[in-house]
């Protein structure tokens, strides 16, 4: 490949407008994350990256929630909680509808005073993981308990006669406005939880990966991403859990009942006319929870289905697995096979070292084998159940405020932001309170049609992947483990414009060689087209795909490094994967025939069909 | 009865001092199951049958007051002696033993196919071979007749000017001198080349590294080629580096006509001699020779054009690698672990990403 011209840089985001059908867009917003006008000579200074790993859609103004607490809570503990040397936090904004990141460095003068408060704070939760982490999943679960006892009810005509008799001098409305608050709050503090752990298991990844590099120059990232990763998830239960229900199935002789796309409630009812099947139901009620808060996008989309709530989903699987194990086919996972290599690589790699140099080695293993499960779980536990629960009480509040005429769909109260849905609350309380109707009903839904008009043409567009120049060093340790976001990737950015021929480059993120058609998927809803053996090519996948990934014979995706969900998934399941692409789900089609190696990051497109 | 010969698969135990040190790798490779092409060896007691008393007593009179510094009288003598080997009568019983070995290898390869006859000295008498000034590696040699001449020629290679300076000069006497003949099916080969299990620039042990180029190994052993050269990660058999040359000539077998030394083709000379299949192949084939030998080894190799895909690399050679592997290990500083090296390798991270 040659390059005839060099980019060293990126469009400006003061260069790139939206469609003309989405003028106006930046108002949908708050004003703290849009670029402002009078600060485009600082904000051209920093480079942006466009997250659409997970954030792959146009943001509907309520879902900035997602984005504002995640990333802000990220930042403050590398910045304000354990004061990583090289690095504090992300910022972002939102541009033309998708959301773009800047890492942000620590100013070199002042990088050596943070290493003693560093090594004290990040020292004591090494120390003390397992406690802590013990700890941990009280606080995360208490919030969730917490999160699921709030409800919206509709408000009454009359303020209940025990709240006269009893003295209280309260209204609902106080207790509304309470339970909105506590919904947002109890998000914010799961959230808080979600990365308590998270950035201190990369720093530690990055020690060992560091060390690695050292001692055996030139060794792969996926030698040590298999080394240090783990063969059991929490992430991989609820598929585990489909799969142990299928092969009950088959062992109570229940298959005839699994009918394909009959739905989860014709089965149920089919079983529940079957001898057995009552014992099949029980154990199917008892996986749900927890295991069937999971969802098939990924927990930031107010659109996002979740198993729980759609039976169908989790029963769909079932049915396909139920097909296979009758089928005799295995089912499992390759997890023998994935300890054995995992164990062989290890040893190998460490009779290489003298033993002054192993024990190191062996030190800063140990550590991250030991930090490593959360980088997996927490994402169960927060993007999966907090968030499932988070969606499931904020749609009953729009459909509350949709019953009390606010909008024209029962959905709509994504359209406001959060600050804007508490006003209408309040708008709702003093109609209520003063007896008039309030103002809500004559104004949303209008304005509601305006704002989705403009989402609608914003997402006509892909968004450009990277705003302005690149730096020469990235350090912020999510930046490069979670998005990929590597010199070596820049490069490929700026060489992207170039024809590499029929070939396309991304991270080697598990290896395997394997040819077969494309399948293209921007969507999760596009699921169920997938034929058996096709490589699934999509912008980013989810954990909760998992019960496709035995139909599919490779993955591909646009975006996403080493620990990027689709990496550590295809490790597990043994699935030959690249990602971070930057742009396959664009240049190949449905169809192509198409050759991936995941061990050298190389999906070569066969033919131009 | 004497051993004469010993096949390369032959299950007996190799005796260095009775094959040389050539033939007794192969014997132990292939007992080890690497696919080393067949062959055996014509054994150190064979030319000792072949000198005899006789003949050693006539070989010191001729060497009986050599001055090395006299080149010109070193080149004569050292000719007679070539010349009486040549021309010695070898004991029905070494004959019957070659011609029967011979034979059983062609059986084995389905007819006759051409061999390689190589010396395969024990160390200690004989220079490097690249100072023998005579061949000690006869390649497509073609029935029984020229087989049994380039043994003698093999043999006659331990008196050449170069070698009896050597000893002369090293105090190596010629009592009990000997040499054992390999004589090895010829490979038809695509490709060779040579593969180190440690990083010959910097004695990394954690990479393998392989010359290929097109044809016989010849070549990129003498150095007349510029060969493709990979860089592999030993523990997962990636690529971690990769050049590719112009290899402008190739030595390759060209049917009838024997070999065949040639120009390659314009298309070929910049397209990598090795598919990463077929280089896994080699590394996978070295990485089990150093892990038979428990050391640092140098391999030969080729990709045999008339063996089936994914089966076609054969081993033509190990020896250890004795540059690094003689080193003294400077002991490493302990490098520490724990949150203070965490905290160091933070620091250390700008800069390098």
């Known amino acids: ?609 | 009865m004497t051993a004469y010969t010993f096949a390369f698969d032959s299950t007996d135990e190799p005796l260095h001092d009775r094959l040389g040190g050539k033939c007794t790798s192969l014997v132990k490779m292939t007992a080890a199951g690497s696919p080393v092409p067949p062959g055996f060896a014509v054994t150190t007691l064979a030319f000792d049958a072949v000198l005899g008393a006789g003949l050693r007593a006539h070989i010191a009179e001729q060497l009986a007051g050599l001055d090395t510094q006299d080149t010109v009288d070193v080149a004569r003598r050292a000719a007679v002696i070539r010349t009486l080997i040549m021309e010695q009568q070898v004991p029905d019983d070494v004959r019957h033993a070659t011609i029967a070995s011979y034979e059983a290898l062609m059986a084995t390869c389905g007819g006759e196919v051409a061999v390689a006859v190589r010396s395969s000295a024990t160390a200690e008498d004989l220079p490097d071979a690249s100072f023998a000034g005579q061949q000690d590696t006869y390649l497509w040699v073609t029935g029984l007749t020229d087989v049994l001449h380039k043994i003698r020629e093999c043999w006659a290679s331990l008196y050449t000017d170069r070698a009896i300076s050597y000893r002369a000069a090293n105090d190596i006497s010629d009592d009990g001198l000997s040499m054992a003949v390999g004589v090895q099916k010829m490979v038809n080969a695509r490709t060779s080349g040579v593969a180190m299990t440690i990083d010959p620039s910097n004695g990394d042990r954690s990479k393998i590294v392989v010359d290929a180029s097109w044809g016989l190994g010849e070549l990129v052993v003498s150095g007349e080629v510029t060969p493709d050269n990979f860089v592999i990660d030993k523990v997962m058999l990636s690529v971690v580096r990769r050049t590719i040359s112009d290899k402008a000539e190739e030595l390759v077998v060209d049917g009838v006509a024997g070999l065949l030394r040639r120009t390659v083709d314009a298309e070929r000379r910049t397209t990598p001699c090795l598919s990463d299949d077929e280089l896994a192949a080699v590394a996978r084939l070295a990485k089990a020779a150093e892990r038979y030998y428990g050391s640092p080894q140098d391999i030969e190799w080729a990709l045999d054009a008339d063996l089936p895909a994914g089966a076609n690399v054969v081993l033509l050679q190990s020896r250890p690698e004795t540059v690094w592997s003689q080193r003294a290990a400077t002991p490493a500083a302990a490098p520490g672990f724990g949150i203070d090296s965490i905290a160091r390798s933070l620091l250390a991270q700008i800069g390098t990403r």
């Open chain 1, 1 to 609: 490949m040659t390059l005839t011209t060099a980019r060293t840089s990126f469009p400006s985001p003061y260069d790139l407008h939206a469609p003309d059908a989405a003028e106006g867009w930046k108002a949908l917003y708050p004003y703290n994350l849009v670029f402002q006008d009078n600060l485009k000579d600082v904000e051209n200074d920093k480079f942006w990256f466009c997250d659409s790993q997970h954030w792959p859609n146009v943001f509907k103004p309520f879902e900035t929630i997602g984005v504002e607490f995640a990333v802000k809570c990220l930042g403050q503990y590398n910045t304000r909680h354990y004061l990583i040397p090289p690095a504090n936090g992300i910022e972002f904004r939102i541009h033309n509808g998708y959301c773009y990141m800047s890492p942000v460095a620590v100013a070199p003068e002042d990088i050596a005073a943070r290493v003693a408060p560093f090594t004290e704070r990040a020292g004591h939760y090494f120390a003390n993981w397992d406690t802590l982490l013990e700890q941990w999943h009280g606080k995360v679960l208490g919030t969730i308990r917490d999160l699921e006892s709030i409800s919206f009810p509709a408000l009454p005509d009359v303020v209940p006669l025990e709240d006269i008799t009893s003295g209280r001098g309260l209204d609902p409305t106080f207790d509304l406005l309470a339970s909105y608050d506590r919904l947002i709050q109890d998000c914010y503090r799961n959230w808080q939880y979600h990365f308590e752990f998270l950035n201190l298991g990369y720093v530690a990844y990055l020690d060992f990966f560091g060390f690695c590099q050292e001692v055996f120059p030139g060794i792969p990232d996926l030698a040590v991403a298999k080394m240090v990763q783990g063969v059991d998830s929490v992430l991989f239960r609820p598929d585990d859990e489909l799969k142990k229900l299928a092969g009950l199935a088959v062992t109570l002789d229940l298959v005839g009942a699994f009918v394909p796309d009959a739905g989860a409630d014709a089965i149920l009812a089919a079983l529940a006319a079957t001898p057995r099947g009552d014992e099949w139901i029980a154990a199917w009620e008892a996986a749900k929870d927890p295991w069937f808060n999971f969802t098939s996008g990924n927990g930031f989309y107010a659109s996002d289905e979740y198993w729980i709530d759609n039976l169908s989903l989790p029963m769909g699987y079932v049915v396909d697995y139920v097909e296979r194990a009758a089928r005799g086919e295995e089912l499992r996972r390759p997890v023998a096979d994935l300890i054995t290599e995992r164990d062989r690589i290890t040893g190998e790699y460490a009779e290489l070292l003298d033993p002054a140099v192993r024990e190191a080695f062996e030190g800063k293993l140990g550590l991250a084998r030991q930090v490593y499960p959360y980088v997996e779980d927490h994402n169960f536990y927060i993007e999966h159940w907090t968030m499932g629960v988070f969606w499931r009480k904020a749609r009953e509040l729009s459909h509350m405020l949709f019953d009390a005429g606010f909008w024209n769909r029962p959905d709509d109260m994504f359209y406001l932001t959060r600050e804007e849905v508490r006003q209408a609350l309040f708008d709702l309380s003093t109609g209520w309170g003063v007896g008039a109707k309030a103002i809500g009903p004559s104004y949303w839904p209008q304005e509601i049609e305006r704002r989705r008009a403009i989402v609608e043409a914003l997402e006509s567009e892909r968004p450009q992947p990277v705003l302005n120049t690149p730096p020469a060093v990235i350090t912020e340790p999510f930046t490069v483990m979670l998005y990929g976001i590597t010199t070596e990737q820049v490069a490929r950015w700026l060489g992207a414009d170039e024809e590499d021929g029929d070939g396309i480059r991304g991270m080697a993120a598990s290896p395997g060689v394997v040819e077969g058609l494309a399948r293209v998927i921007t969507g999760a809803d596009q699921l169920h087209d997938i034929q058996q053996g096709e490589i699934l090519v999509a912008p980013v996948t989810a954990p909760s795909w998992g019960p496709i990934f035995g139909k599919i014979s490779a993955i591909v995706t646009d975006i996403g490094g080493m620990m990027s969900h689709a990496a550590i998934v295809c490790r597990e399941y043994g699935l030959p994967a690249v990602t971070g692409t930057g742009s396959a789900s664009t240049r190949i089609t449905t169809g192509m025939r198409l050759r991936v190696d995941g061990a050298n990051g190389t999906v070569t497109i066969l033919d131009g069909e």
